[in-house]
């Protein structure tokens, strides 16, 4: 699964292998129009979008990023913080890839109209960030 995310907040484009980070491709792109996109050059390959998702910055996107950033070790940020089943269900469905998403040490990610796309080459589930960012 390869995996792309644009992010306008920060400027800057990252890619994904398999849902783990490799590497940051492009910064500075706050204010621009880009076109993220992948491409293959072996033979009889396919791709496929799984995953396609934009995202304005909110408060409340930035508190599940915050808490994303301070659980790292869990898979789901949410299964193992005390909240009521209620407000479980709205963080889910509203932002639970970004509570589900692996943070590692790279830096990337945080969104104010940000894009997320997967292409995968087979079936697969969506393509989660795990690069993390220090800033906001």
């Known amino acids: 699964i390869i995996g ?3 992010d306008t907040w920060h400027g800057t484009l990252t890619f994904f292998k398999n849902r783990k980070c490799i590497g940051l491709a ?3 792109l ?3 129009r880009v076109y993220p996109m992948v491409c293959s050059t072996a033979a009889k390959s396919s791709m496929k979008i799984i995953r396609s998702c934009a995202t304005p910055t909110s408060l409340q996107y930035l508190c599940c990023y ?3 950033q301070l659980l ?3 898979v789901d940020t949410l299964e193992v913080l005390p909240l009521p089943p209620g407000l479980k269900q709205i963080l889910h469905n509203k932002l639970g890839w970004v509570l589900s998403m692996n943070c590692g040490s790279l830096q990337s990610s945080s969104s104010s109209s940000s894009s997320s796309s997967s292409s995968s080459t087979s079936s697969g589930s969506d393509s989660d ?3 993390g ?3 906001e």
């Open 129 to 131: 960030s795990s690069c």
């Open 66 to 68: 915050r808490l994303r």
């Open 4 to 6: 792309v995310h644009l």
């Open 26 to 28: 492009a910064t500075k």
């Open 72 to 74: 790292p070790d869990y």
């Open 30 to 32: 706050q204010n621009k």
């Open 133 to 135: 960012s220090d800033a």
